[in-house]
């Protein structure tokens, strides 16, 4: 993938350069309302892509005010454990929020000037603004791996699904992905609510290589501290991990797609759980895409 030398500073720009279009995320990082539907939709399958001469964005659901109670997260029991899940998967059990209002108290950037601006620290105790919905189901605990333990990129959603689907799996929900990566603790970071490259791979500079994006992937089983409350390992950085999208997002010229990315790769990006990458479709793959799989629980 071609790109020119970019600026850390340069996020917008650098998403753009690099095939990167996040969804911009306001300060205190509400999210719309998920169905509360949690079965895989038959018509969410590659094979059922779609591309309409025209649509509209489905309204957002309107937020809830009332605070949610504040949850305290325990640990999923192990999935070898329960039979829930194969032995490369972990289980994951609890109730989700699905809209949280996450104030970062010290940005990198600002995000007025940059859209995909990093937020250095979180301010305790995310506020639930939604109720909760219970999930149960199963996620790798790594990322999908070549031979060499490398995790596998320049994959696209369509591709990505069918090793899935090959594997009695099938590719994460966006919801489902999101609760794996933050629990029910709602952290904006797997691990916390400071942001730390020396526990996960990402804020890599330097990013063009003779033209080309520079290939900073660690094996998957690198960053044994990068871990989510349940235990998942590089949900943030390293590669990003194609989900399918809980609502289609129709471009401005009419397409619609199922498909998003979510955790960033090893740039200098927001590496976090709630934002999600829109505007690459079913077919679109380059160094930085990768994925893990899900599964129903027993």
């Not at 038959?42 to 964005?57: H, I, M, Q, Y």
């Not at 105790?125 to 999930?135: D, G, H, L, Q």
């Not at 031979?147 to 966006?174: F, H, V, Y």
């Not at 160094?287 to 599964?295: E, K």
Request: proline share 9%.
């Amino acid at each position: 993938m071609h790109a020119s030398s970019i600026h850390p500073l340069m996020l917008a720009l650098f998403a753009t350069a690099l095939g990167s279009c996040e969804m911009p995320q306001g300060e205190q990082n509400l999210e719309s309302e998920p169905s509360a539907d949690l079965a895989p939709d038959a018509s969410l399958t590659p094979a059922a892509v779609e591309t309409p001469s025209a649509a509209e964005v489905d309204p957002e659901q309107q937020l809830m005010t009332t605070p949610a109670p504040q949850v305290t997260a325990a640990k999923a029991p192990a999935a070898e454990a329960t039979g829930a899940c194969p032995a490369d998967m972990v289980l994951i059990q609890g109730k989700h929020c699905p809209v949280v209002d996450q104030p970062c108290v010290t940005w990198m950037e600002d995000p007025a000037k940059f859209p995909y601006a990093r937020c250095a620290e979180f301010a305790p105790n995310p506020t639930c603004k939604a109720e909760r919905v219970s999930m149960r189901y199963c996620i790798d605990r790594l990322e999908a791996a070549d031979d060499g333990g490398m995790p596998i990129g320049d994959i696209s959603w369509t591709n990505a699904a069918a090793i899935c689907k090959s594997k009695g799996k099938r590719l994460c929900q966006e919801r489902e992905w999101l609760f794996a990566c933050e629990g029910e603790e709602m952290s904006p970071y797997p691990y916390g609510l400071k942001r730390d490259p020396s526990l996960c791979n990402f804020e890599k500079e330097n990013l063009v290589d003779k033209g080309e994006l520079a290939d900073y992937r660690q094996p998957v089983t690198s960053n044994p501290q990068c871990l989510s409350p349940f235990g998942v390992q590089n949900m943030v950085g390293n590669i990003d991990e194609w989900v399918v999208l809980d609502k289609p997002y129709w471009t401005n010229w009419g397409k619609k797609m199922n498909s998003g990315l979510k955790g960033g790769w090893w740039g200098p990006l927001r590496n976090r759980c709630r934002p999600v990458t829109l505007d690459h479709d079913e077919y679109f793959h380059e160094l930085q895409t990768g994925f893990r799989c899900c599964a129903e629980a027993k």
